[in-house]
């Protein structure tokens, strides 16, 4: 079995990026504020983005994040992840297989997959995946239409895999207590950080909080 290229500390604060939530600063500023309060991996997630801005975008990203010693991810398109020399790529379950991304960026690559099923986990994990993001864990101001899943099946899920999970969805310092002890080795969020008046500020605040949840 290939050795992980992420470890479970790597992703217990994720922050997934959204200019839309930004406060009168650049996207730029909000990373390494983020990075400066505690966050641990990072996603450039643009969707209005297309792939030459998400390899502008991501080379500038890439400097800061590595400055502090945090991986990036590229949302969805692992041909822009390759290009701008982002450390990984995520995909939904209607993006390109893990299997196939795999093939084409090799095993140093780090792949992560959504999964909202103990199905696509497991089949996530047989095609090389590197970690999961399970969710939406609660109502999700970003992903309005995003199918929700119970502290249960959240549970379920990361306990039939070996590969780390992330839960993700609608996440905040307020209410990650109630999916404490679920499997989940970090949270993901997006508004919970993008969108605060202080990003640093906030950042700490989700760790902190993170740490006291995960197992």
Known sequence: MIPLNIEKKDLLLYAV????????????EAVEQALLGGVTCVQLREKDADGDDMITEGRKLLKICHKYGVPLIINDNYEAALKCGADGVHVGIEDAPVA???????????????????????????????????????????????????????????????????????????????????GHCGIAVVSAVFGADDVRKAAVELRRAALETVR
């Open 17 to 28: 990026t959204d200019r839309k939530c930004l406060r009168g600063i650049s996207l730029e």
């Open 100 to 182: 196939e991304i795999r093939r084409r960026a090799g095993d140093s690559f780090i792949i992560g997959a959504t999964a909202k099923t103990v199905e696509q986990a497991k089949l996530a994990e047989s095609s090389g995946a590197d970690y999961l993001g399970v969710g939406a864990v609660f109502p999700s101001p970003t992903k309005k239409n995003a199918v929700r899943i119970t502290p249960g099946q959240l549970t379920e899920i990361c306990g039939c895999v070996s590969i780390p999970a992330v839960a993700i969805g609608g996440i905040n310092a307020g209410n990650v207590s109630a999916i404490a002890g679920c």
